[in-house]
């Protein structure tokens, strides 16, 4: 017997062992189960292009959910399945989604299956199958104290290396020790260490790395927090089949403080991610240098102001053979409610530039402007969106593209006896234009929908059926006609089952191109039952 | 010297921050002046300030089911008093228990569905509190399990970016998200330019949440996509990771992993983290030139990693005096030429190759520059000058089936690389790698938005 499998039937005898003592300690348990069929239909010359599976598919979600207390111990525990013979939808007829129990009783807390334990942004913050140890010191005086043992990947049938889910097998060990010194103050260290083998493919990498990483938590005066971590890993990487391992060092630092009390809220960021730092785990761009602020001001109770600038840069070790590359990112946006003393008005206008700057010269500079406003007209409820975008290029030869965008969107709401109708209108057009080869692209969009909800019967349901149609200066059209309708019941005799629902999910795409050859329709209809109790 | 202005500013601001007394906070223009003020609020291990004005809790994240406000609270004058706090919009007060140094807890179980009012009151022995509707926070316990909350978050991102609506899109993800919420409102316009048409649906396989709240999945998903530029409709399926945090109100998207199903245009800053496909299948992605591709995950992610367009092989055919081939760079398409177009620039592709001699047909409002002996990885930008149009000089009187004489018009020769100028700011390269009778084999890469590459 394989380590890997002796490993998960270890796993499954502790959770077999300890969990169904506590199940006898009269658990709440919820259940959920969803179970779906879906006939999709495509037809077409280029029906190779859809997404859809053809033909008829069924899906079958299980969650249980359950928790309760015996001897002292809290305790909760988590199972989800999954089955469908969709092979668009999942690579498995069979798969386990969810495997996670927990069991506490304040101060030791162990956690087993699905460990979930983020440790610092550098280190730690990936899901884990495995197990995890949390002490939890009382009052503060003891560090706080976790370790956890697991394999990195997202699934678990990739666990028993199932040939269609195979992953990487990474083993993970980590630990974190995390005091509180004052109330206002604490620290934490994490030490992270990933073994990778067996590739997949014979270009795959593997890593040896360890990260070790300090980070602290501050609040000097009230309203304000200041957070800081630093990190350095240690690793030993293999490009590809038959390529000996060499050794990397890196590190990585970051500041943060935010001060929040009404009516601002300003944040200020500083970090640096050497190139060589690597954060299997964690999450950090190597080869970055980065400030970022924020500012968000209330200036009185109907008017908001937002701030920010993004500033970053790479080839912090001059290794890029294409240089150094800046970006700056600021933008600042107001949003107005109850303009023009109107109840349900809002406005709101932003502005976002982003400008790049390689080696010392400017490339690009793209402008985003958008102008959004609601309102309320008697019984008409509207939306309309306006934005332009203009990308443009500034080095060797000058382009620029602009972009216009203009959404509306317009709902009501009508109660008919017992029905409720919720008419609504859709128009968008977006224009995208080369300004040098005057050459100009146009996307439309309308549509028209109609919700129509029985409360009395507990249905809701929703139409809609439009057009989408793009128009190119060069190359291909594409004109779509789409139509979708869902429909939602919860009958009174499913209500015994705590939640019950039937839904009907179907939507039809008619795509049609000037090249005739790659037309497609596809049509799919879904009918299921959600049930929980 | 920008690098320097860039720290000092930093600098600059994060003194003006930290050493601000307390109640002069410079950036509330000194509004603040409490006498008596919380220093900080957890509720269970999520920062109370920072968990929005109302939010969703769930059971399986509550410890023993529990609901606890840990804090601490701070006077200029005197001593603290007590520390209240109400659950009911402050129809009732409870007091928390409070330590001498001003620490205090208090802990309530919470009813699903049911809306909790919280504010907390500290209360001097002057008799003065703090601003207590700055407390105010509305928090329910969300009876669902937590796959239910996710899939309500992803849904809503989902439909947003599928209608391309990027301002209800980013109301779903978090201010922290982990590659900057900057950079992916960007991304996804630059998406939304590329793609005339996304198709995109998804289900979770696996759904694991911390006690701090944050909620990590990994999805598989399936989607389609029209590239606003070049002609092909592409479609690919694969798995990824995505996390949430609690937000106001639901789940907020925090971190996503490469291959990206959001942000595309802007892969190496929007994703912190890879899933590597399990057999090296082909997935969308879009170049940061704005090329919408398909390759194997391996080309993908090694384009995502050097922010440049990846590279492609392929070869161009000619029959002497009858027909030749050209080629688009954008997509790869290759269409067979009328011999008699071999010099006046009206051909499909961008180029093409005739004649025995590797004559280079260009089409018109396209130019080309030799760059010299040189790999098609060392041409990372396109050249500032240099460009000829060959059909205007070819010199070869068409149709005579005479060869061209040597030299006088454009050819390719063996190991050298040149870059194409095409119409509005798009590039493209290629790598002439070799020769087999009449079929020139080389390498090529794209951008639309250059001259970088």
Redesign the interface.
């Known amino acids: 017997m394989s380590a890997r499998k002796k490993w998960t039937i270890g796993l499954c005898i502790v959770v077999g062992l300890v969990f169904p003592q506590t199940l006898l300690a009269r658990p709440e348990i919820n259940l959920s189960n969803e179970l779906s069929f879906t006939y999709n239909n495509v037809t077409g010359p280029g029906a190779a292009s859809s997404s859809l599976s053809e033909g008829g598919h069924y899906l079958n979600v299980l969650g249980i959910f359950g928790n309760g207390k015996v001897s002292g111990y809290d305790y909760n525990f988590n199972l989800g399945a999954k089955a469908t013979d969709d092979r668009n939808n999942d690579p498995m007829t069979w798969s386990l989604t969810n495997f996670q129990g927990r069991i506490s009783d304040n101060v030791h807390t162990l956690s087993i299956g699905d460990v979930f334990e983020s440790f610092s942004q550098y280190s730690l913050g990936t899901a884990l199958k495995g197990g995890s140890y949390k002490y939890t010191g009382q009052e503060g005086k003891i560090p706080e104290v976790t370790i956890l043992a697991g394999k990195a990947v997202s699934r678990w049938d990739s666990l028993w290396r199932e040939t269609k889910t195979k992953a990487i097998d990474r083993q993970v060990y980590g630990g974190r020790v995390k005091h509180n010194f004052t109330a206002d103050l604490w620290a934490g260290l994490s030490l992270v260490t990933s073994r990778d083998s067996e590739r997949i493919n014979d270009t795959d990498p593997l890593y040896d790395n360890n990260v070790y990483a300090l980070d602290l938590e501050y609040r000097p005066i009230p309203g304000l927090v200041v957070r800081a971590e630093t990190a350095f890993n240690n690793t030993s990487l293999s490009p590809q089949e038959g390529a000996a391992y060499s050794n990397t060092h890196g590190y990585a630092y970051r500041i943060e403080a935010v001060g929040d009390a009404d009516p601002s809220r300003v944040s200020l960021e500083y970090g640096k991610t050497a190139p060589k730092f690597v954060s299997l785990l964690g999450a950090a761009t190597p080869d970055r240098e980065k400030f970022k602020a924020k500012w968000r001001y209330k200036y009185s109770k109907t008017v908001t102001l937002n701030t920010g600038f993004l500033w970053y840069r790479n080839n912090l070790e001059g290794q890029r053979a294409d240089g150094r590359t800046d970006y700056y990112k600021p933008e600042a946006g107001v949003t107005v409610r109850r303009l023009f003393g109107r109840q349900y008005s809002s406005a709101d206008i932003t502005y976002k530039l982003n400008l790049a700057d390689r080696n010392s010269s400017t490339t690009k500079v793209d402008h985003v402007v958008n102008l959004n406003y609601k309102d309320r007209f008697g019984q008409l409820d509207s939306d309309t969106n306006l934005g332009l975008t203009s990308y443009e290029t500034k080095d060797l030869t000058a382009s620029r593209r602009n972009e216009y965008t203009f959404n509306q969107s317009l709902g009501s709401r009508h109660t008919v006896g017992m029905f409720i109708l919720k008419p609504g209108l859709f128009l968008g057009g977006t224009s995208i234009r080369e300004e040098l080869v005057d050459e100009e692209d146009k996307i439309y969009e309308y549509s028209l929908g109609l919700g129509l909800d029985v409360p009395t019967m507990k249905i809701t349901s929703q139409f809609k059926v439009g057009q989408n149609k793009l128009d190119k200066a060069t190359g291909d059209d594409t004109n779509k006609g789409f139509a979708n309708l869902s429909v939602y019941w919860r009958p009174d005799f499913l209500a015994k089952l705590n939640e019950g629902m039937f839904f009907l999910r179907a939507h039809w795409n008619d795509f049609n191109f000037t090249t005739a050859a790659r037309d497609f329709r596809e049509t799919s209809v879904t009918v299921g039952l959600n049930i929980q109790f | 010297m920008?690098?320097l202005t860039?720290r000092l500013?930093?600098a600059l601001?994060?003194i003006l921050?930290?050493s601000?007394?307390?109640?002069a906070?410079w950036?509330?223009?000194g509004?603040?002046e409490?006498e008596v003020?919380?220093?900080?609020l957890y509720l269970n291990q999520m920062?109370y300030?920072?968990a929005g004005k109302s939010i969703k809790l769930f059971?399986?994240t509550l410890?023993?089911?529990m609901i606890n406000i840990r804090g601490?609270a701070?006077v200029r004058k005197g001593a603290i008093g007590s520390v209240l706090v109400s659950i009911d919009d402050k129809a009732n007060w409870e007091r928390a228990r409070l330590s001498q140094?001003?620490?205090f807890m208090f802990s309530f179980k919470p009813e699903a569905a049911r809306v909790y009012t919280l504010y907390v009151r500290v209360i001097d022995t002057r008799g003065k509190t703090n601003?207590v509707e700055?407390t105010r926070k509305e928090v329910v316990l969300d009876?669902?399990?937590?796959?239910?909350a996710v899939k309500e978050a992803m849904d809503k991102l989902v439909d947003a970016y599928k209608n391309k609506?990027?301002?209800r899109f980013m109301s779903g993800v978090g201010?922290d998200f982990?590659?900057?919420a900057?950079?992916l409102?960007?991304a996804i316009?630059r998406d939304f330019?590329s793609l005339?048409?996304i198709?995109l649906?998804y289900?979770?396989?696996?759904?694991?949440?911390?006690a701090?709240g944050?909620?990590?999945i990994?999805l598989?998903y399936?989607?389609?996509a029209?590239p606003?530029?070049?002609?092909g409709?592409?479609?690919?399926?694969g798995?990824t990771?995505f996390?949430f945090s609690p937000g106001d109100p639901g789940l907020k998207l925090f971190?996503m992993k490469f291959p990206l199903i959001f942000g595309l245009s802007d892969a190496?800053?929007v994703a912190?983290?890879m899933?590597?496909m399990?057999?090296?299948e082909a997935i969308i992605i879009i170049t940061p030139g704005g090329t919408v591709e398909k390759l194997p995950f391996?080309k993908a992610l090694k384009s995502m990693e050097e922010g440049s367009a990846s590279i492609a092989s392929d070869s161009l055919t000619s029959t002497p005096t009858t027909i030749f081939e050209s080629f688009a760079l954008a997509d790869g398409d290759k269409t067979t030429e009328n011999w008699n177009n071999a010099c006046n620039g009206n051909i499909s592709g961008d180029f093409g190759v005739y004649g025995t001699n590797h004559h280079v047909s260009v089409r018109t409002?396209v130019t080309v520059a030799d760059v010299g002996i040189k790999s098609l990885e060392?041409v990372?930008?396109?050249?500032?000058g240099g460009y000829v149009n060959p059909h205007t000089s070819c010199g070869w009187p068409i149709g005579s089936g005479n060869p061209p004489p040597p030299g006088s018009t454009f050819r390719f020769q063996q190991g050298r690389s040149y870059v194409f100028?095409l119409?509005?700011?798009a590039y493209g390269a290629i790598e002439v790698t070799g020769f087999s009778g009449n079929r020139v084999n080389f390498k090529y890469k794209y951008t639309a938005?250059?001259?970088?590459f």
């Not at chain 2, 003020?37 to 900080?40: L, M, Q, R, T």
């Not at chain 2, 409709?233 to 399926?237: E, H, N």
């Not at chain 2, 938005?449 to 970088?452: A, E, K, M």
């Open positions: 920008k690098r860039m500013i930093f601001a994060l921050f930290i601000a007394p307390a109640g906070k950036w509330i223009f509004a603040s409490e003020a919380i220093n900080y920062s300030e920072e059971r399986e410890p023993e089911g601490k701070t140094d001003g620490t601003d700055a009876d669902r399990n937590i796959t239910a609506d990027a301002g201010e982990a590659g900057d900057t950079n409102d960007r316009r330019s005339s048409d198709q649906s289900t979770l396989n696996n759904v694991a949440a911390d701090k944050k909620i990590y990994s598989n399936s989607r389609m029209i606003l530029r070049g002609k409709t592409l479609s690919d399926r798995a990771e996390s971190s190496a800053n912190t983290g899933v590597r399990t057999g090296n391996d409002g060392d990372k930008a396109a050249p500032p100028k119409p509005g700011s938005s250059g001259p970088n």
